[in-house]
Each structure stands twice: as C-alpha cells, then as structure tokens.
C-alpha cells in the first residue's frame, strides 16, 4: 500500500518517494501485463513502459484518482495502445453473440474468482476479446471496484458491468468446451 504521505512527497519533486512509489507498483503492473499480453517478455517490455511513463507523467497526476487506479490506467492505455498499432480488431458492445449464451446455472463468476491460477481459466480469459479481457484482469486479479475500473478504462460504470456479464458468459462458454474436450 502506497501511503499518502509517499505520494505527496513524490509530487512534491521527491524522487525517493517517487521511487517507493514506482517499486511498490511494479509487481501490479505485470500481473495485468502478464494476462493482457500472455507472454512473459512482452509482459516485461509493457512492465518497464508503463514505470517508464508513471515516471516521466509523475507530474501530471492529480490526485483525483487513487494511484493505483492511475498507474493501471497507464498500464492498460500502453496495452491498448499497442494493440491499436497492431490493428487488432476490438469486438464491439452491440456484438449480438455474446446476448445469447444460454446459462447452465453454475457461477464462471465463482470459477473465476477461485481458480484463477489455473491453467484452463488463464488460457480461456486470454481467449477473450481485449475489451473483455480488460476488465476480468482487473476485476479479478487486481480486486478493483467498478468505479476503479471505469476510471482506468474512462468507460461508464454500467459499460464494466457489462463487459463483465458478457466475458463471464463468455468464459463458461470457453471452460465448457474446454471440459466437454471441445465438443459442446
């Protein structure tokens, strides 16, 4: 946890503090690298361009937000950023195949909280359309609220509720077929 005191020292010019701030950032930053880019190098370069640029914009923080929530802000907008270079192809809300997904009444809200870790939910949540995938990292792995979470994406609150109803949908679609040895 990153004291207050820290991050007024740290905006105050304070390149120490700036530095706890930067050390105690760091291993956040990559657990959401690590899920939103799927490999361990490119989750280290976007790890080292986010502490990069929390470090030369220091200045431009606010305080409106927490820290947490700005340092994963610039994480996820460096993320996105570079899949726009990349020229991949975000799924859009009004994408009818994820409003009809009939539910077998067992939580994937449950199976994602608790199985995480395992290999079969981080290989179907990077199965995920990048808009959806955002929001379960940061959901489930970092623990954030909605309002956390709209703030980093800049999206409506109702949008993240969204996004989370549909990838849950999604993923029990995935860990279905996965189960059943991919025969639905």
Known sequence: ??????????????????????????????QTAYYLTKNEADAKDLTQDTLLRVYQKFHTYQGQASIKVWVQRITTNIFLDKVRKKKAQLFSLDNEAYQYIPDEGYSVEEQVEGQMKSQEVREAVQKLPEQYKLVVVLRYLQDMTYKEIADILEIPENTVKTHLFRARKHLKELLRTSMCGGVS
């Open 1 to 30: 946890m990153i004291s207050e005191e820290i991050v007024n020292l740290a905006k105050q010019g304070d390149r120490e503090a700036l530095v706890v701030i930067l050390k105690n950032s760091e291993n956040a930053i990559y």
